[in-house]
């Protein structure tokens, strides 16, 4: 079967904010508005609707559904939500208009991070009966992997506090952004740990935000945006659910991913990594054969604004505008779900 | 009747009990007897705790080991501040351990007493919970052997 070009059009985001007072919906209307507007489409022209959050953040099943209020469902229309990162809603979404039965689609997503302990809550994900009942939060077992990477040699505790070091000095260019810094890796290598071997730094924000994304098909997307970001390549891998039975020094996951996406077949300028431990971007970059000429997540990347949900299709947004703007070529967009990067999402896009 | 309210109570709970199936039925049986058990898997390597299915060729696993309750750590990191609900109420490392005989590791505490006391490679054994319904909680940590400083 002949895949169609499908490309990202547009995005829009809401500058990440902590203990937010507003519903979902109040954070969704305006950035789904500003995406339209963006575009310059109606609600009419949007023919697939796909959603990216978790229930176990509002505490409450079923309540992605009030977010619906933020798309309107009158006149009807053809909407699905996966309780995961908006970054699978755009492969949904992605899948959906490879039926043909549909040109346009919009994806968002929303993470009121700041509103529970999130690093307990997305332990809920582990194991039920093995690891659940431990309570080890996510920060936790991201330790267990940083460990073992310093003592194989992988990483070093100063190339983690360099990931750091540049992550919090880019953020300082973009809105959306949260910690922001421009400490060397030397300031950062003085703080104490946190959760030994992880320091502070090591760890992502937390923010409460949200995003959104117009894809569209062939000519259409040609008519909606001046340069699309084709969507050349798109793969979903998961290791196993076992933690002891991973190895914890690479990711066997994002390396096929990144093979399958067609990583490997020509320069990377930018990629957006979604990577909420310092050690993790560095363990992705060996996964996908990122060479040094590659700009790693000139936003500053999750680890300075991770939104529960959100963070993941932040980066393909991200690596979609240096496609528009005419700074990049060829990008990568990932995005990592359940702990210690247990499943990954690899998506390289194109300029024409 | 005009001015009579209908009353009826509302208990939120889950009215209805599960059954966890039969591999882990009696694996949580031999933890509240404390006794470890663990699978094989086609390609020999053994599971603690017990793999249900083969990681390899899917078929369900039946062969059980018997293991002795001491293991070695494969990593560790130090919770200097622990969580209500987690194994410890005092700072504690989590660490993968691989119990003798096995061939995987599996996630657990151990009480150290300090982030010197441990490291990769550190013999640990299990420290039985008093109270043992039956799960992974009924080891309520690892001890160090030799004892932690």
């Known amino acids: 079967m002949a895949l169609r070009d499908i490309a990202i059009v547009g995005t829009a985001q809401r500058p990440s904010e902590v203990n937010s007072t507003f519903t979902s919906v109040e954070i969704l209307l305006p950035v789904i508005q500003q995406l339209l507007d963006k575009v310059k489409i109606e609600r009419s022209d949007i023919g697939f609707w796909c959603h990216g959050s978790c229930d176990y953040m509002s505490g409450q099943p079923f309540s992605f559904v009030s977010a619906v209020d933020a798309i ?3 006149p009807p229309i053809i909407e699905s939500h996966v309780e995961a990162d908006g970054a699978f809603a755009l492969y949904e ?15 968002f997503s929303n993470g009121k991070t700041t509103s529970g302990p999130i690093d307990q809550i997305l332990s809920l994900q582990t194991d039920p009966y093995m690891v659940a009942p431990l309570k080890p939060g996510f920060d936790a077992l991201a330790a267990l992997q940083a460990r073992a990477c310093l003592e194989a040699g992988v990483v070093t505790e100063r190339q983690m506090a360099e990931v750091a070091a540049r992550s919090r000095r880019d953020a300082r260019n973009n809105a959306v952004a949260y910690t922001k810094g421009n400490e060397s890796a030397d300031d950062l290598l003085a703080m104490p740990y946190t959760l030994n071997p992880l320091r502070a730094h090591d760890c992502a924000t937390p923010v409460d935000g949200c995003n959104a994304i117009v894809l569209a098909a062939g000519d259409v997307a040609r ?7 084709w969507i050349r390549g798109i793969d979903h891998r998961i290791d196993t659910q076992r933690l002891g039975a991973r190895s914890m020094i690479e990711s066997s996951s994002a390396a096929i991913a990144a093979q399958k996406a067609g990583v490997a077949r020509d320069r990377i300028d930018v990629a957006e990594l979604h990577a909420p431990y310092t050690h993790q971007e560095l363990l992705l970059r060996n996964a996908m054969g990122l060479s040094e000429s590659t700009h790693i997540n000139p936003s500053g990347g999750a680890l300075v604004a991770n939104p529960a949900m959100a963070a993941g299709l932040a980066r393909f947004a991200e690596a979609a505008e240096s496609i528009f703007a005419g700074s990049a070529d060829r990008v990568l967009a990932h995005c990592t779900s359940g702990p210690m990067l247990q499943q990954n999402l690899v998506c390289v896009m194109e300029g024409e | 009747m005009v001015g009579d309210v209908f009353v009826a109570p509302l208990v939120v709970a889950y009215p209805y009990k599960r059954t966890v199936g039969t591999l882990l039925s009696r694996f949580f049986t031999s933890l509240s007897e404390c006794r470890l058990e663990g699978t094989r898997g086609s390609d020999g390597r053994v599971f603690f705790p017990p793999a249900e299915f083969d990681p390899v060729t899917g078929a369900p696993l039946t062969e059980w080991v018997s293991l002795s309750d001491t293991g070695t750590v494969s990593t560790w990191a130090w919770q200097e501040t622990p969580v209500e609900g ?3 109420g005092h700072p504690f490392a989590w660490a993968l351990i691989t119990i003798d005989g096995t061939d995987v590791p599996m996630l657990h505490a151990v009480d150290a007493g300090s982030p010197d006391n441990i490291a990769i490679g550190t013999k640990v054994k299990v420290r039985w919970a008093q109270d043992r ?17």
């Open chain 1, 72 to 74: 309107g469902a009158w």
């Open chain 1, 93 to 107: 979404a992605w899948v959906k208009i490879q039926t043909g039965e549909v040109d346009v689609a919009l994806v």
């Open chain 1, 223 to 229: 008519r909606l945006a001046e340069r699309p970001a």
């Open chain 2, 86 to 88: 987690q194994p410890l």
């Open chain 2, 133 to 149: 319904p039956g799960g992974v909680t009924d080891i309520a940590c690892f001890d160090v052997v030799g004892g932690a400083s």
